[in-house]
């Protein structure tokens, strides 16, 4: 039976590295982007993108956990890499299924000013030579590169989300640059956040 207790269904660079600190710093195993060997004796899993083992686990059993013993927090789901392509915080039956097997999660969706996220997108790596390759649900092959395509997507994704979490108490969307935002998320998980701040700055694509 998995442990997972939180899940964030927040997009790349709205604060999902500083919400992985946060909740590594108050206790919890986070499994983040893909899967450490230090976090797992597990060798089958070593290296394995989260978004993978999401979708193993919905298609394999029903339960999107079902690879995730050990593990208490969920802190980044999507991968957009060498031809590997899964967003789970998009799914509306991935969602569903969560909700149904594990009745007591909570779930998070990080966020920051819509330009913000589109900034940061076009200064991290070659982020915004991807997007437009790949098939990204809301943001089919093609689009991406510019700004309003991308600020479109973003908006329309946490409309999506507020949309079917509408009178839940098990979704918090949290703005991670507010002041209160470390209280906010304590209140939601009903944990002490020993940490809180900025990680993972916006790293500049030389050249």
């Given at each position: 039976?998995?442990?997972?207790?939180?899940?964030?269904?927040?997009?790349?660079?709205?604060?999902?590295?500083?919400?992985?600190?946060?909740?590594?710093?108050?206790?919890?195993?986070?499994?983040?982007h893909r899967i450490r060997p230090r976090q797992t004796p597990d060798r089958a899993l070593?290296?394995?993108?989260?978004?993978?083992?999401?979708?193993?686990?919905?298609?394999?059993?029903?339960?999107?956990?079902?690879?995730?013993?050990?593990?208490?927090?969920?802190?980044?789901?999507?991968?957009?890499?060498?031809?590997?392509?899964?967003?789970?915080?998009?799914?509306?039956?991935?969602?569903?299924?969560?909700?149904?097997?594990?009745?007591?999660?909570?779930?998070?969706?990080?966020?920051?000013?819509?330009?913000?996220?589109?900034?940061?997108?076009?200064?991290?790596?070659?982020?915004?030579?991807?997007?437009?390759?790949?098939?990204?649900?809301?943001?089919?092959?093609?689009?991406?590169?510019?700004?309003?395509?991308?600020?479109?997507?973003?908006?329309?994704?946490?409309?999506?989300?507020?949309?079917?979490?509408?009178?839940?108490?098990?979704?918090?969307?949290?703005?991670?640059?507010?002041?209160?935002?470390?209280?906010?998320?304590?209140?939601?998980?009903?944990?002490?956040?020993?940490?809180?701040?900025?990680?993972?700055?916006?790293?500049?694509?030389?050249?």
């Amino acid at each position: 039976m998995s442990r997972v207790r939180v899940v964030n269904l927040g997009l790349p660079k709205s604060g999902t590295t500083t919400f992985n600190k946060a909740l590594a710093a108050s206790g919890l195993t986070v499994a983040d982007h893909r899967i450490r060997p230090r976090q797992t004796p597990d060798r089958a899993l070593h290296g394995v993108f989260v978004g993978d083992l999401m979708y193993r686990g919905y298609f394999g059993s029903g339960d999107p956990l079902a690879f995730f013993e050990g593990f208490d927090a969920i802190s980044e789901t999507s991968v957009m890499r060498r031809g590997v392509n899964f967003w789970p915080q998009t799914d509306f039956g991935l969602i569903e299924a969560l909700r149904e097997r594990h009745p007591d999660l909570r779930f998070v969706a990080t966020r920051r000013p819509t330009a913000d996220i589109c900034a940061s997108m076009a200064g991290w790596s070659n982020m915004l030579d991807r997007l437009p390759v790949y098939e990204i649900p809301g943001l089919p092959r093609g689009y991406g590169r510019e700004e309003d395509e991308r600020a479109r997507w973003i908006d329309a994704h946490y409309a999506f989300l507020a949309r079917i979490f509408a009178g839940s108490d098990a979704y918090l969307e949290l703005d991670v640059a507010a002041q209160d935002a470390a209280e906010r998320l304590s209140a939601h998980l009903g944990l002490e956040i020993a940490w809180w701040g900025r990680a993972n700055a916006r790293r500049e694509t030389a050249g």
